[in-house]
T-cell receptor, first 111, second 111 residues
Framework: GQNIDQPTEMTATEGAIVQINCTYQ??????LFWYQQHAGEAPTFLSY????GLEEKGRFSSFLSRSKGYSYLLLKELQMKDSASYLC????????????FGSGTRLSIRP | DVKVTQSSRYLVKRTGEKVFLECVQD?????MFWYRQDPGLGLRLIYF???????EKGDIPEGYSVSREKKERFSLILESASTNQTSMYLC??????????FGPGTRLTVT
């Protein structure tokens, strides 16, 4: 079966750094995405990892270890607008390529 | 800019009614997806399509069907709506291995 786990909720302070972890157990792994979703809005793309290592994009970085089935999203210099849910998603390939999501991590930023 | 549109933002239907949710994308993407999103459960894949007239079941296809007669349009059909299908429905599209683009969502209430 396919399983993606991430913490349900996290809290962090404005200006700080936070790391959101995601572990997965899937067959046919073919890449991992992170999305941001503000309340009442659609998810928007943040990052994509298909090879092991760190991908940096401004204040956001994402890391992947395929052998460990593990990824994290690192958010630096937190801003109040970063309060949102962060969704880890894995692309799996069998007869066709589908993308399955974890249940998301709700991040709250306090002043 | 990629645009994914959904036919309704809010919909209220009665138990037993046949419900159509429409999704249109304007970027010539071959892949289209239907998810439902419920608190604590994240996004769950209902069906996806990788080409016109081609479809694959996702993780929770029961009670749903889909239609893809044209590349830009992917319809989700609830043959006989039930109260446990009350949810937020999100459509997404992508091309190849790239990120998904999501529509604004349809909040369906079945009474």
């Amino acid at each position: 079966g396919q399983n993606i786990d991430q913490p349900t909720e996290m809290t962090a302070t404005e200006g700080a750094i936070v790391q959101i972890n995601c572990t997965y157990q899937t067959s046919g792994f073919n890449g991992l995405f992170w999305y941001q979703q503000h309340a009442g809005e659609a998810p928007t793309f943040l990052s994509y990892n298909v090879l092991d290592g760190l991908e940096e994009k401004g204040r956001f970085s994402s890391f992947l270890s395929r052998s460990k089935g593990y990824s994290y999203l690192l958010l630096k210099e937190l801003q109040m607008k970063d309060s949102a849910s962060y969704l880890c998603a894995v692309r799996v390939y069998s007869s066709a390529s589908k993308i399955i999501f974890g249940s998301g991590t709700r991040l709250s930023i306090r002043p | 800019d990629v645009k994914v549109t959904q036919s309704s933002r809010y919909l209220v239907k009665r138990t037993g009614e046949k419900v159509f949710l429409e999704c249109v994308q304007d970027m010539d993407h071959e892949n289209m997806f239907w998810y439902r999103q419920d608190p604590g459960l994240g996004l769950r894949l209902i069906y996806f399509s990788y080409d016109v007239k081609m479809k694959e079941k996702g993780d929770i296809p029961e009670g749903y069907s889909v239609s893809r007669e044209k590349k830009e349009r992917f319809s989700l059909i609830l043959e006989s709506a039930s109260t446990n299908q009350t949810s937020m429905y999100l459509c997404a599209s992508n091309s190849g291995s790239y990120e998904q683009y999501f529509g604004p969502g349809t909040r369906l209430t079945v009474t």
